[in-house]
């Protein structure tokens, strides 16, 4: 089993940064690839960013690359993501997840997750 909370998010201005943080808590962290994913209002949840447990490559949604940067610090069971640039339409509830997956081919897929935080709210105002 794992715990997932994430903390960062808040109300920002267009251009602004954020750095959101989620800590684990429960099984091994180093033994999961992380994400993000997130929820626009009355949108799909949609994938964002992650990380893989094997050795720490990322994958970004299209939409993200060169403003987002996911890591990961497994001595503090702790995965960042880091967001610059912020437009209004990256408002939505941000949410990290574990997955056992080491390829790309699952861990960019929610399907593929097995734990999940409660998520927390961005929102860009323009």
């Known amino acids: 089993q794992v715990q997932l909370v994430e903390s960062g998010g808040g109300l920002v201005q267009a251009g602004g940064s954020l750095r959101l943080s989620c800590v684990s808590s429960?099984?091994?962290?180093?033994?999961?690839?992380m994400g993000w994913f997130r929820r626009p209002p009355g949108k799909e949840r949609e994938f964002v960013a992650a990380?893989?447990?094997?050795?720490?490559?990322?994958d970004y949604a299209d939409s993200v690359t060169g403003r987002f940067t996911i890591s990961r610090d497994n001595a503090k069971n702790t995965v960042y993501l880091q967001i610059n640039s912020l437009k209004p339409e990256d408002t939505a509830v941000y949410y990290c997840?574990?997955?056992?997956?080491?390829?790309?081919?699952?861990?960019?897929?929610?399907?593929?997750?097995?734990?999940w935080g409660q998520g927390t709210q961005v929102t860009v105002s323009s």
């Open positions: 997840a574990a997955s056992h997956y080491s390829d790309s081919y699952y861990y960019t897929k929610g399907a593929w997750y097995d734990y």
């Open positions: 429960g099984d091994t962290f180093s033994d999961y690839s």
């Open positions: 990380i893989s447990w094997s050795d720490s490559s990322t």
